[in-house]
C-alpha cells in the first residue's frame, strides 16, 4: 500500500468505512445506502452524491472496481487494496476500543 492511500484514507471517515464494509459482498450504491442506515439504526444517512462521490473515487485510487451493471446500475466489490485498508482501520477502531475501556 503506498503512503498516498495511507494517508487518504487512514483514519477513514464514517462514510468511507461503511462503503467498504458493505462491498465485501458486490453491491450498487442505492444498496449500501440503504444497508448503512440500517447498521446504523438511521444514525448514518448517506446522500446520493455523497455516494457516488466517494464511489467514483474509491474507484480511481483502486479501494473498489466496477463489476457489471444491471438494470442501468453500477454493481461494485471491494478489491484487495480495499480489504487491506479496511483492515487496517478495523485495527485502528479495535485499539481505540481497547484504550477506551482501559480507562473507564
Do not use: W
Amino acid at each position: 500500500m503506498d503512503a498516498h492511500i495511507r494517508k487518504v484514507y487512514v483514519p477513514m471517515t464514517e462514510t468511507g468505512f461503511y462503503i467498504l464494509l458493505c462491498l465485501r459482498e458486490e453491491a450498487h450504491g442505492y444498496n449500501i445506502i440503504r444497508k448503512v442506515e440500517a447498521l446504523t439504526e438511521g444514525e448514518i444517512r448517506i446522500s446520493p452524491g455523497t455516494m457516488y462521490g466517494s464511489l467514483s473515487k474509491m474507484e480511481k485510487d483502486g479501494l473498489i472496481c466496477f463489476v457489471r451493471e444491471v438494470e442501468k446500475r453500477k454493481i461494485y466489490r471491494i478489491t484487495e487494496l480495499g480489504r487491506a485498508v479496511l483492515e487496517l482501520e478495523m485495527q485502528r477502531i479495535e485499539r481505540l476500543y481497547r484504550n477506551m475501556m482501559e480507562v473507564r
